[in-house]
């Protein structure tokens, strides 16, 4: 695995003719202007906070609808239960591609185009049904006894959800946190279906365009490349012992 990523690393160092003639070596002479051309351009960091305003707003919107429904679904008995719940994980076998045509017209007819809603709204339709049957499983290990301890305490139902539950489930909270991001960072059908104003584009989505303004230049391409997985290599990093810990807790409680 770190072998495309070192080589992608240094050929972004090279020149494009030393590209072709040393493709596997050192760079002879290290060019950081492919970097730092790339580093300097505000279009790239426009679609670095296109993509990280997207990425967060998806997030918040899939972990506080989904820790309801499955608060909903693990604590509470009401006719249709299970039923609603095998609906929600029927998002499960839908792929976007399936979806994309329905999805564009349907994004068109609310004026939701060149809107971040357009991506923001669909991606967490797509998100939910997983994080539903992450959280579920993780809300229905939480002891009854607690609840009745709260109860008895005087907390409602939503006191012990936000008081009791949540604290308690951090580790899961992180995990679908952490699949959220990850997955809305790269996504590129959907914002290329809806945004045409390239002041919204998204990383994935300046990767292509990048490719193919300098298809010749493969040396710019992959320092590109790299830039552009930095964010996210850099946020896995950070998040990598919480998502790790969330499927351990997850594993262990199952």
Same mark, same amino acid.
């Given at each position: 695995m770190a072998v495309p990523l070192l080589y992608a690393v240094l050929s972004g160092f090279k020149t494009t003719d030393e590209l072709s003639r040393n493709p596997v070596g050192l760079p002879e002479k290290w060019v950081t202007s492919n970097y730092t051309d790339i580093l300097g351009s505000s279009a790239f960091w426009r679609m670095i906070? +296109? +993509?990280? !305003?997207? %990425?967060? %707003?998806?997030?918040? /919107? =899939?972990?506080?609808? *989904?820790a309801l429904a499955a608060f909903s679904f693990s604590r509470f008995a009401f006719p249709g239960r299970e039923a609603l719940f095998t609906l929600f994980t029927m998002g499960l076998m839908f792929p976007f591609a399936v979806v994309a045509l329905p999805l564009f017209l349907l994004l068109r007819s609310m004026d939701l185009l060149d809107n971040p809603l357009g991506v923001i709204l669909p991606q967490a339709a797509f998100g939910i049904p997983v994080t539903i049957v992450i959280l579920r499983g993780f809300f229905r290990e939480i002891p009854a006894e607690l609840e009745e301890a709260a109860t008895l305490d005087g907390c409602g139902p939503l006191g012990f959800f936000w008081r009791v539950l949540l604290p308690m489930a951090r580790p899961a909270?992180?995990? /679908? +946190? =952490?699949? %959220? /991001?990850?997955? *809305?960072w790269n996504n590129f059908l959907l914002p290329?279906?809806? !945004?045409?104003?390239? +002041? &919204? &584009?998204?990383?994935?989505?300046g990767v292509q365009q990048f490719q193919g303004q300098y298809s010749a230049e493969y040396a710019r391409v992959f320092a590109y490349l790299v830039l552009a997985m930095v964010p996210a290599l850099a946020f896995y990093s950070v998040a990598e012992r919480q998502l790790v810990g969330g499927l351990a807790a997850g594993a262990t409680k199952g």
């Amino acid at each position: 695995m770190a072998v495309p990523l070192l080589y992608a690393v240094l050929s972004g160092f090279k020149t494009t003719d030393e590209l072709s003639r040393n493709p596997v070596g050192l760079p002879e002479k290290w060019v950081t202007s492919n970097y730092t051309d790339i580093l300097g351009s505000s279009a790239f960091w426009r679609m670095i906070g +296109s +993509s990280t !305003f997207i %990425a967060i %707003a998806t997030t918040v /919107v =899939v972990v506080g609808v *989904s820790a309801l429904a499955a608060f909903s679904f693990s604590r509470f008995a009401f006719p249709g239960r299970e039923a609603l719940f095998t609906l929600f994980t029927m998002g499960l076998m839908f792929p976007f591609a399936v979806v994309a045509l329905p999805l564009f017209l349907l994004l068109r007819s609310m004026d939701l185009l060149d809107n971040p809603l357009g991506v923001i709204l669909p991606q967490a339709a797509f998100g939910i049904p997983v994080t539903i049957v992450i959280l579920r499983g993780f809300f229905r290990e939480i002891p009854a006894e607690l609840e009745e301890a709260a109860t008895l305490d005087g907390c409602g139902p939503l006191g012990f959800f936000w008081r009791v539950l949540l604290p308690m489930a951090r580790p899961a909270l992180g995990t /679908v +946190s =952490v699949l %959220a /991001v990850v997955g *809305s960072w790269n996504n590129f059908l959907l914002p290329l279906l809806v !945004f045409t104003d390239p +002041s &919204w &584009w998204t990383i994935p989505i300046g990767v292509q365009q990048f490719q193919g303004q300098y298809s010749a230049e493969y040396a710019r391409v992959f320092a590109y490349l790299v830039l552009a997985m930095v964010p996210a290599l850099a946020f896995y990093s950070v998040a990598e012992r919480q998502l790790v810990g969330g499927l351990a807790a997850g594993a262990t409680k199952g």
